[in-house]
Structures are given as C-alpha cells and as structure tokens.
C-alpha cells in the first residue's frame, strides 16, 4: 500500500505561522519564537500525516515564505543589493529579499503558474557565484527523522528554478538563464549527498515546468541535468513531480527516459490527457505516482471513479509500481474542515480540505492494496448523491439569463476616445490625474467593529456609525493630500472576494478557510457550490454616502466576475465558464445601480484575469473569450459619461495585452513597479493603448517609502511610451495591509511626483 502527498499547508490550522511572521516582523518576538512556532507546526503535519498512514511524507515543503525563494538561499544566489557576505543565510537576508527593508526593494513576486499563490522570482545572471548557503532541506529531514518519522525531502529542480528565474538588471534580456545549470548542479548534488548520508532513500524534485510549452533546447536541459546528477543519487530513489496540467507527448518522452529516476508524479485532476500517454506506454519498473486527489479544489473526491482510474493504471504500470498522491501540493486548499463548525451540515460532508484529503489518498491506497473502507466508502457516495440531487444547487431562472447571453458580444456602443472625451467634460480631471486602488489600511480597531458586529455584540446603527467615521476619514485625508480621484477605502469589507460572495446567493463561507497567497498573507476563498444571482444591491448605500462626502469623484468598488471566480473554490460540475456568466450578470445589476445613484466613477477589479490562463498556449483563447466576454458584460449598458475603471496586480500582462485591450475599459491601473516596469516594454514594443492607463508607480507590498523623486522617475519612463492624455498616477494595488505611517507619506509623494510633472510638463508646451 503506497500513498503520498506532494506538499501541505505551511500556515496553520489557525494561521499560527502569519501570526508569527509579523509579530516577529513588528519587532514583538523574537527570532527563536519564530523558530519554535514553526517547529510546532511542521511536527504536527508529519505525526498528520504519519497517523493517517501515509507513506511518502514530504519534508521542506514548510517555508517562512515561500519555496522558490528557499531555493535562491540554498544556491545562494542573492541579488548584491542587499550586502550578503557569504555562510548560511539567516532571517535578515531572507525576509531583506521577500520584502524589501528601508534601503532596498523586494524581488519581483508573481503569480506561481495559474494558482493564486506568489513566488519570489530569482534574479540571475552570468555573474551570479552560487554557494550552498541554506542547509533547510537537509535539517527539516532529520527534525522529521529525530521525531521517528521517514520524510521525502522535496526540492524546487534545476531546470524549473532556472525557468522561472528573470535576468537580472543590467544583464541583457536575451541571457539564456538555462547557461546556468552546470553552476548549480555542484550544490544540487551537495545536498543530495547530505541527505543521503542522513538517511534519505527517496528525494522529490519538482519540476511543473514540464507542463508548459517547451521546446526542444529546454527539454534537452532536463535530460542533461539529470544525467549530471545521475551518479549522485545513486542508491536513492529520485521522484521527478509535475502539476497543474497534462504532461505534452515530447515532455513526457523525456521525463520518462530520464536517467536515475525511480518516479514520476502526475496531476491527474487537471491533467487528464497524461491518462492517455501512460496507456501508451510507461518505463517498465518505474513507479508511478498518480495524482487522483485535487490538491486545488475543496469537493469531496470520488473516490469510486478515482479508485476505477488507479485501477485500469495498475493494469498497465504493474501491481506494486502505483502510489496514490495529490494532484499537487495540498498548500492550495483549505487546511483542516474540522474547524469548521458553522458550515451548513449538507454543504459540509460534500467538501475536504487538505487533512481530510490526506485520507482520501490512504483510503484509495488501502481500497487499491484490497483493503477497502466500506464504511467511508459508503459515506463518500452519500455526499456525492446528496449534492448532485440538492435543489439548492439550481436556479432555473438563473440558468435561463446566462443561455440567453449567447449571440451578443456586450460591447459599449461608443468607442473609448469618445467615451473619455465625454467623460473628461464631465469630471475636468487635471493632466495625469491621481487615484489609488481602493482599499486603504485596516486597523486593528476596524477589524474589531466588524468582527463584533458578525458577533452581534454590537448594534446596527453602532456598526454604521463607526463605519461612516472611517469613511470621513479616508475622505478627508485624501482631500488634504489632494487627490483627484477619491475611493472610500473599503472599510466595511474583509476580502475583496468574500464580502461580495456573502451578498449572492450560490456561495458558502468558512471561518478558517484560508490559503496562503504570499508570505504571511492568506485568502479565504468563498465556496460556489450552486448558481448565482443577486439578491439586492451590495455596495450602493456605501458609495453614497462617501460621495455625499465630497464634491470629487467618488469610485464605485466592484469586484469583477472573473476575480471572484478565480479566487473561489469553484463547483467542479458545470463549466467554469458558465459560473462566470452567473456571476457577470449578478455585478451588472449593481453597477447599474451605482449609475443610478450618482456615481460616475466605478471600478470593476479583475485583478486575477492573468491568472486563470491555461498553462498551454492551446487553451489560451478559449478562456480569454470567455473571460473577457463575461467583464464586458457587467457595464455594457452605462452611459458614455459613466468612466469604468479596472485593475489588474502580479501578473505578466505582456501576453495578453490585446485581451485587456478588448475589454474596452475606460481605464486600467495595473501593477507594474515591482516587475521592473515590465509592463511598460510592451507599449516600447508599438502596442498602440487608447484608453486611460495607470502602470504603478510604487509598490505597496514592501513598507518601503518611495521619494517624489523616485515617482516622477517612474513616471517620466511612462511618458516616453504612454501618451500624457491617458496617464494615470496611481500605486500597485490598494493599502489595506499597510500601515497608515507607510500610506501618508507614500501618497503625498505620489501626489508631489504628479503635481512635479504637471508642471514641467505645462512650461514644456
């Protein structure tokens, strides 16, 4: 009976782990509480895991922030900027590198393929001097060991890391970052042979690249690194895991003949078609994990159907060479459901999170090796009955709208220069307006008026009056720092996701449903288990009374049909695409309703867009059609003076710059500052953009202050590829996980930058 798990949640069941991170970074804990909290944790995943009777436990899938960037300090590859002097790299560095710190910006981070998790993208170039500088892998491998319990070190591999790594500045574009394998592969084999001297007999390199489009020269990477490795790691067994989507038929080819390698694991959840290549042929002796459980959804596996799949692959791989695993690392999913306790009971047993996937992979592994639970067996298709026939799944009426959606394309009936004419006549906003996001800081004090409101302890009209005093104080200090575009700072919302799912109908709610999306942040990603629609309007009583606040512009905060899909637990039975549909209309009633109440600036974030593009180039139209189809259909029918905004964050935009174009928004802000203004190339590279734009000018994930200086910098490098009619002065994304010590001074630079420019740009005419 052979089980795995690829990865686990690193936070918590509690979110023990943020909770230590920023105590630790607040200055109030020290070093060696960090380290213990830590430790709690990563001993009660592997005793999880080792009581479920799994047998592949993996060990440093835990991170203090993220795995990619555990690899860049094992191969200490450190961008100079922050003064590393060489030996083994410690919190000061590491944190330095996530984070940025008062003297020097963080690294890039971006979306970790098509999931709402970032990673730390490393900076290389020909000059980097690799070193092992972090022994992580080696020492979470014996912490396991000490415990008695036998762990699967697992490893970012070569060839992915150097795949998912940047040129650095000032090295030129075109560097071929694969140049560098035979300059890392000495430390990947260093740690190899401490491991095995440790005790290791298996070690999991993770290579998801493998699902993407390669080509001949980076499939030819994978089979010479793991040739060079080959005499290492001899006397273990090497497990090279992929996930996230089908293997290509060339990949495949080479995977499996790859030298020294005992086992290949597959998702098979989100990548079907690998079925087929293994039907076709799989290496005699290999082992085979199969990636039957989705480690990136919340249902209830079916555990009949998975149970026929690893059957019919043991008939072709051989009785004894199957492992049942998660389609990928369970850090994508919800922690633990039994914490859970005021989830509807019918809702509830449809569902697992990460600890009751664990023993769905032992209860598949034990039913494959002849020892079925009839027991859980049985409840596992009482759920699957219970949803499939539950009439709150269905809305005909609903179902109805979204067929009839068919046949029009929901484009606004004026083109955008007209629109932004007239919109211009009507708000005579100065030349490169300024705006922020939409959300500004939550205090501890506004999570505590809210968290007592949800508890009833106290009233309506106390909860309004509290909210309506935030509210006249983001207006103020807006107007005082004089910006032109104001937002009401989203003080009534937890998430930008769940505030508006807990308004519509089809959607359920967890309390500690949540997954990490970088660092210490966490996400509590709403569950859409049946069809949308909107009960009443969401926002409007809100935006209202902010504008009634001021005579500038008040934006109306929406929340795009595409975002809340992307960042849901998503029902897995109708096509995602549908759901988007539902949700479209469910947004184009509110933002009708915003219209009708006066507000002539609404924003509809899609700020996940980017990341639900499938992997391969195939399937990339298909989705933007529909994606962009369903953000078209939420303002479709407001008027030219009405100005719709979006945003966009974290995402390499590059690629799909036409698909943002066919929104047909009246204005875009979007993330750029941290990606090293790579946004900007595209608009150096012809991309002709007519709307307004808004690229941001600093970053709002570092608490790094930026000078006016440094602003009108960035912002003189847009003007030599944007036109000035459409510029827009904004951040990144919005400050709520700031601090207001941070966002004053930030902004009232921003606003010196623009005002800087104006001028200069006024004596220039």
């Not at 080959?230 to 992929?242: A, D, N, P, R, Y």
Request: with cysteine.
């Amino acid at each position: 009976m052979a089980s795995h798990i690829v990865g686990y949640p690193r936070m918590g069941p509690k979110r023990e782990l943020k909770f230590a991170l920023e105590s630790f970074w607040d200055g109030k804990s020290s070093a060696e509480d960090l380290q213990k909290v830590a430790a709690e944790l990563r001993t009660s995943i592997w005793k999880q895991m080792a009581d479920a009777g799994i047998k592949h436990i993996p060990s440093n899938t835990f991170s203090y922030y993220d795995q990619v960037l555990d690899t860049t300090a094992m191969l200490g590859a450190v961008p100079e900027r922050y003064g590393w002097n060489g030996g083994e790299i410690g919190f000061d560095t590491y944190f330095s590198m996530a984070r940025g710190n008062s003297s020097v910006p963080a690294m890039e981070m971006t979306k970790w393929f098509d999931t709402n998790y970032h990673f730390i993208v490393p900076e290389l170039g020909p000059n980097v001097n690799f070193s092992y500088a972090s022994h992580k892998a080696v020492n979470e491998f014996k912490e396991a060991k000490a415990l008695g319990i036998e762990t699967v070190p697992v490893i970012v591999g070569p060839v992915s890391y150097l795949l998912l790594s940047k040129p650095a500045k000032g090295v030129e574009k075109s560097f071929s970052l694969l140049s560098l394998i035979d300059k890392i592969l000495p430390i990947y084999k260093e740690v190899v042979t401490e491991l095995k001297e440790a005790g290791a007999t298996w070690i999991q390199f993770d290579e998801p690249t493998l699902v993407l489009d390669l080509d001949s020269h980076h499939l030819q990477a994978f089979t010479h690194a793991y040739s060079e490795l080959e005499s290492t790691v001899s006397g273990l067994k090497v497990l090279i895991q992929t996930y996230f989507s089908d293997v290509p038929a060339e990949a495949y080819k080479t995977l499996t003949s790859l030298k020294g390698v005992a086992g290949f694991g597959f998702d098979l959840v989100r990548g079907t078609k690998t079925l087929d290549l293994v039907n076709a042929g799989f290496p005699s002796g290999k082992y085979l994990f199969a990636g039957v459980v989705d480690g990136r959804n919340i249902w209830a596996n079916d555990l009949v159907v998975s149970l026929n799949t690893l059957k019919s692959l043991e008939d072709k791989v051989g009785k004894g060479n199957i492992v049942v695993s998660t389609s990928c690392s369970l850090l994508h999913t919800a922690v633990d459901l039994a914490n859970e306790t005021k989830l509807d009971k019918e809702i509830k047993s449809w569902l697992a999170f990460a600890a009751q996937k664990v023993k769905e992979v032992n209860a598949l592994a034990k039913a494959l090796s002849g020892e079925r639970d009839e027991a859980f067996f049985f409840s596992n298709a009482a759920a699957h009955s219970s949803r499939k026939f539950s009439p709150r799944v269905t809305n005909e009426n609903v179902q109805k709208a979204a067929a009839s959606l068919k046949g029009s394309d929901h484009r606004r009936a004026t083109n955008v220069s007209a629109r932004l004419a007239a919109q211009q006549k009507k708000l005579g906003l100065p030349v490169l307006p300024t705006t922020t996001i939409g959300s500004f800081p939550q205090t501890m004090e506004l999570r505590r008026v809210r968290r007592e409101f949800k508890a009833k302890k106290i009233s309506e009209d106390d909860y309004v009056k509290s909210i309506k005093e935030e509210i006249n104080k983001v207006v103020k200090l807006q107007e005082e720092l004089d910006i032109d575009v104001l937002v009401h700072g989203e003080p009534e919302r937890n998430d930008m996701v769940e505030y508006f799912g807990e308004q519509l109908s089809g959607f359920a709610f967890t309390v500690n449903g949540w997954v990490q999306s970088y660092g210490s942040r966490c996400v509590k990603p709403p569950i859409i288990y049946g069809d949308v629609s909107r009960p009443k309007a969401m926002t409007v009583f809100w935006s209202s009374m902010a504008q009634s606040m001021t005579k500038r512009p008040m934006k109306g905060m929406l929340t795009g049909p595409v975002t809340i899909l992307n960042w849901s637990f998503v029902r897995n039975d109708q096509p995602r695409s549908e759901t988007c549909y539902q949700i479209a209309l469910a947004i184009k009633d509110e933002v009708e309703d915003l219209e009708k109440a006066g507000i002539t600036v609404i924003q509809i974030d899609e700020a996940a867009l980017r990341e639900g593009l499938p992997l391969r180039k195939s399937e990339q139209a298909s989705y933007l059609e529909w994606a962009v189809h369903s953000f078209r259909i939420t303002n479709c029918s407001v008027e030219d003076t009405t100005q719709i905004h979006t945003h966009m964050c974290y995402s390499n935009f590059n690629d799909i710059i036409h698909s943002i174009i066919n929104m047909d928004a009246d204005v875009i802000t979007i993330e750029n500052s941290r990606s090293d203004e790579k946004l900007l190339s595209v608009f150096r590279e012809g991309v002709k953009y007519g709307a307004g734009i808004g690229p941001g000018v600093y970053d709002i994930h570092s608490p790094r202050i930026p000078s006016t200086e440094e602003i009108a910098d960035r912002i003189n490098k847009m003007l030599a590829v944007l036109e000035t009619g459409i510029l827009w002065v904004n951040p990144d994304c919005g400050l709520k996980t700031r601090k207001y010590t941070e966002v004053n001074p930030a902004l009232s630079n921003m606003v010196a930058a623009a005002k800087l420019l104006r001028t200069q740009l006024a004596s220039a005419k």
